[in-house]
């Protein structure tokens, strides 16, 4: 089982505000990672380094971490933001170097 | 511009073995490790491991010892997964991404996936 535990779903409506949580031991001494994944589709990453967005992300997608949990924000979702979306980070059991949360899906209503 | 294109869909029995090839383009090849992660339908995204471009080492993951084969060929820029004694439950989408490290002020690095193929079919029946 994953080290990293998201909800499996949440739900908001256009132009509101979504928060994806992801916990986890190891999130308090590592970075946490935001990838999008839409239907059909490859993953993509929206935030690094707990609150980085690269340049051709959205400025409505923030990250935000506290102790052992990282938080994605989508202000002002819109119907393009219905997605999968995967946390990760390295794994502190030392079991495998990289684990992925089990992933929330966004819906938007 | 930076792609990584991957092989197209395969279909094998169970017991075979399957070799699917991820061509990077863009950017220097044996800058950027590679990174495997399989995606079973309608499940979470697991993390196969990596092989370095540079030294072609790789890591497996836990669940990934034995059966999975990193590889590479760096004349053609290319990434390979191979899959042996295949099984039912093998099948899944498997993507290569390409892993960016970028580095700290204490002098250690963080890094993460920030180019992914657009993903390998694999199915496995009898």
């Known amino acids: 089982s994953s080290g990293l535990i998201q909800p499996p779903s949440v739900s908001v409506s256009p132009g509101q505000t979504a928060k994806i949580t992801c916990s986890g031991e190891?999130?308090?001494?590592?970075?946490g990672y935001w990838y999008q994944q839409k239907p059909g589709q490859a993953p993509m990453v929206v935030i690094y380094k707990d609150d980085e967005r690269p340049s051709d992300i959205p400025e409505r997608f923030s990250g935000s971490s506290s102790g052992t949990t990282v938080t994605l924000t989508i202000s002002g979702v819109q119907a393009e933001d219905e997605a999968d979306y995967y946390c990760?980070?390295?794994?502190?059991?030392?079991?495998?170097?990289?684990?992925f949360g089990g992933g929330t899906r966004l819906t938007v209503l | 511009q930076v792609q990584l294109v991957q092989s197209g869909s395969e279909l094998k029995k169970p017991g075979a073995s399957v070799k699917i090839s991820c061509k990077a383009s863009g950017y220097i090849f044996s800058n950027y490790t590679m990174n495997w992660v399989r995606q079973a339908p309608g499940q979470g995204l697991e993390w196969m491991g990596w092989i370095s471009t540079d030294t072609g080492i790789p890591t497996y993951a836990q669940g990934f010892k034995g059966r999975f084969v990193f590889s590479l060929d760096t004349s053609v820029t290319t990434a390979y997964l191979q899959l042996d004694s295949l099984k039912v439950e093998d099948t899944a989408v498997y993507y290569c991404?390409?892993?960016?490290?970028?580095?700290?002020?204490?002098?250690?690095?963080?890094?993460?996936?920030?180019?992914w193929g657009k993903g390998t079919t694999v199915t496995v029946s009898s």
């Open positions: 990760q980070s390295p794994d502190i059991s030392g079991t495998n170097l990289w684990v």
């Open positions: 991404a390409r892993i960016k490290v970028l580095p700290l002020h204490d002098g250690t690095y963080y890094y993460y996936m920030d180019v």
């Open positions: 190891a999130l308090s001494k590592h970075f």
